[in-house]
């Protein structure tokens, strides 16, 4: 069992505390049970004259905005059970206890995680726009984000509530209410998620007197003229052979939290193009990655009281970013031909990421940049995907869906990525997505044309990640 700390004072002596029968930590459908004690500050003790105490299990999504140096709460209450543990009244003996130490089990208490939102009350955001209305989706995750102005927050929590009553019955000071906060967290029901990739390619052009063979090179050596010398005129290079080729960063539409981005980096040799009698080796001498967490709400204006615009809630947003990796390979770079990033670079999600996940009024969703500078023959290159692309996060922990009576489940290995991405035979392009139509307050980033791609990666591996964060917002629909 996991006692939880101290909670609120009654009459500044006596205490309340919540024992869970587990670690904070469930998933829908998951028992919530514990006990509920009470201890006292004074050492001999005191007897209380207690009314009644009732336990409430809740969840709701929260969301908050500052405008005209106001603040503007709005609630969605997801479910909420009652249970009344004491009907007095009656006298209670609460026996001096230490702050974290043990204390008597009085009043025990059982609920359940719903495993969805059927219990809702969603009358003011049925159909939000960027959102999701549907009753049966699944509870969101325990969720708490917030900017300079706006704040919004999933809370899932026990409400205990004590009536303190006299001897005529009536209530009298000394009644409170205390809460628990517990951590919900999702699970995943695809092993290994089917990958779409957004890929950006540069062509790379390499010409000059290093593509010669070492024995060549000094009688191919013109001096230079006092124009080159003197910066007025470039070095000539058209007498000597170049080589092309085309730079290809993939960058995934789905990846698992506490597991390695799928990044790839493809270098192609275009003989079509090239003159030189071997093309050279190309090596990577950099990567930066970025992820960029966007947190949308969507609540009721102050001023009519009434749901906000698709406008207002394409606003209400604000970013997080974190730099998943950066690596130079200064000395030891490898060469790239058919390069799985995940083998050079650390690429591991933080595991305390929240999941994507859109609900009735907050949406939690993610997008990737990606950077690389390459050297061909002794001059660098950089290749940048098109702005940030979206890539949907998938929780860490895996929950198979549920069988077929007597179905038997399987637990196959998936084949290792070289037998999958070695070929460029199995990229696919597709049609171009349109960008997300979720905005961020106070940052646009430009739009450019993405090409997709499609891929059966495999995602596998374990990397790290590191966290810094930037953040601007705004206060739409005020």
Same mark, same amino acid.
């Given at each position: 069992?996991?006692?939880?700390?101290?909670?609120?004072?009654?009459?500044?002596?006596?205490q309340f505390n919540i024992t869970l029968d587990q670690v904070n930590r469930y998933k829908a459908g998951a028992l919530?049970?514990?006990?509920?004690?009470?201890?006292?500050?004074?050492?001999?003790?005191?007897?209380?004259?207690?009314?009644?105490?009732? =336990?409430?299990?809740?969840?709701?999504?929260?969301?908050?905005?500052?405008?005209?140096?106001?603040?503007?709460?709005?609630?969605?209450?997801?479910?909420?059970? @009652? @249970?009344?543990?004491?009907?007095?009244?009656?006298?209670?003996?609460?026996? /001096?206890?230490?702050?974290?130490?043990?204390?008597?089990?009085?009043?025990?208490?059982?609920?359940?995680?719903?495993?969805?939102?059927?219990?809702?009350?969603?009358?003011?955001?049925?159909?939000?726009?960027?959102?999701?209305?549907?009753?049966?989706?699944?509870?969101?995750?325990?969720?708490?984000?917030?900017?300079?102005?706006?704040?919004?927050?999933?809370?899932?929590?026990?409400?205990?509530?004590?009536?303190?009553?006299?001897?005529?019955?009536?209530?009298?000071?000394?009644?409170?209410?205390?809460?628990?906060?517990?951590?919900? /967290?999702?699970?995943?029901?695809?092993?290994?998620?089917?990958?779409?990739y957004v890929s950006n390619s540069k062509t790379i052009i390499r010409q000059g007197l290093e593509l010669l063979p070492?024995?060549?090179?000094?009688?191919?050596?013109?001096?230079?003229?006092?124009?080159?010398?003197?910066?007025?005129?470039?070095?000539?290079?058209?007498?000597?052979?170049?080589?092309?080729?085309?730079?290809? =960063?993939?960058?995934?539409?789905?990846?698992?939290?506490?597991?390695?981005?799928?990044?790839?980096?493809?270098?192609?040799? &275009?003989? @079509?193009?090239?003159?030189?009698?071997?093309?050279?080796?190309?090596?990577?001498?950099?990567?930066?990655?970025?992820?960029?967490?966007?947190?949308?709400?969507?609540?009721?204006?102050?001023?009519?009281?009434?749901?906000?615009?698709?406008?207002?809630?394409?606003?209400?947003?604000?970013?997080?970013?974190?730099?998943?990796?950066?690596?130079?390979?200064?000395?030891?770079?490898?060469?790239?031909?058919?390069?799985?990033?995940?083998?050079?670079?650390?690429?591991?999600?933080?595991?305390?990421?929240?999941?994507?996940?859109?609900?009735?009024? =907050?949406?939690?969703? /993610?997008?990737?940049?990606?950077?690389?500078?390459?050297?061909?023959?002794?001059?660098?290159?950089?290749?940048?995907?098109?702005?940030?692309?979206?890539?949907?996060?998938?929780?860490?922990?895996?929950?198979?869906? &549920?069988?077929?009576?007597?179905?038997?489940?399987?637990?196959?290995?998936?084949?290792?990525?070289?037998q999958v991405a070695g070929s460029r035979g199995l990229v696919q392009p597709i049609v171009p997505r349109e960008p997300?139509?979720?905005?961020?307050?106070?940052?646009?980033?430009?739009?450019? @044309?993405?090409?997709?791609?499609?891929?059966?990666?495999?995602?596998?591996? =374990?990397?790290?990640?590191?966290?810094?964060?930037?953040?601007?917002?705004?206060?739409?629909?005020?």
């Open positions: 069992m996991r006692s939880m700390s101290l909670l609120t004072k009654l009459n500044n002596t006596a919530v049970s514990g006990y509920l004690s009470l201890v006292s500050e004074q050492p001999e003790g005191q007897t209380l004259n207690i009314g009644s105490i009732s =336990i409430t299990f809740s969840g709701r999504t929260t969301t908050t905005k500052l405008c005209d140096l106001q603040s503007h709460r709005r609630s969605l209450q997801l479910f909420s059970f @009652n @249970n009344q543990v004491y009907d007095g009244p009656g006298k209670w003996y609460a026996p /001096y206890r230490s702050l974290y130490g043990d204390s008597r089990p009085l009043w025990s208490f059982s609920f359940t995680f719903p495993t969805d939102c059927e219990h809702s009350q969603t009358e003011n955001f049925e159909g939000t726009p960027f959102f999701d209305s549907d009753r049966s989706q699944p509870l969101p995750p325990s969720f708490t984000d917030y900017d300079l102005l706006d704040k919004a927050s999933v809370v899932y929590e026990l409400s205990v509530e004590l009536l303190a009553a006299g001897f005529s019955g009536y209530i009298m000071e000394g009644s409170f209410v205390q809460k628990q906060v517990l951590n919900l /967290y999702t699970q995943r029901n695809v092993r290994e998620p089917s990958v779409q070492p024995a060549e090179r000094e009688f191919h050596k013109r001096p230079m003229t006092i124009a080159q010398k003197l910066g007025l005129k470039p070095m000539s290079v058209e007498r000597y052979p170049k080589a092309a080729f085309e730079a290809t =960063i993939l960058m995934p539409s789905v990846a698992i939290v506490d597991q390695p981005l799928p990044l790839m980096l493809h270098i192609d040799h &275009n003989p @079509n193009h090239s003159t030189a009698a071997s093309p050279p080796v190309i090596h990577l001498k950099q990567v930066q990655v970025w992820l960029r967490a966007e947190t949308s709400f969507c609540g009721m204006t102050h001023k009519t009281m009434k749901l906000e615009t698709a406008k207002d809630c394409a606003q209400n947003s604000w970013t997080v970013l974190s730099v998943i990796a950066r690596k130079d390979f200064e000395k030891a770079s490898p060469g790239v031909e058919h390069l799985d990033l995940r083998k050079v670079v650390d690429l591991r999600l933080d595991p305390s990421l929240i999941p994507t996940f859109r609900t009735f009024n =907050i949406a939690r969703t /993610y997008s990737l940049n990606v950077g690389a500078r390459i050297e061909c023959a002794g001059k660098d290159f950089h290749i940048w995907s098109p702005g940030y692309v979206k890539c949907t996060l998938l929780a860490g922990d895996f929950s198979p869906p &549920n069988t077929v009576e007597g179905e038997v489940l399987t637990d196959h290995p998936p084949p290792p990525y070289e997300s139509l979720s905005r961020t307050a106070g940052r646009r980033h430009g739009r450019s @044309n993405n090409a997709n791609v499609m891929a059966a990666a495999v995602m596998s591996s =374990i990397a790290g990640a590191a966290s810094s964060s930037s953040r601007g917002g705004g206060c739409g629909g005020c």
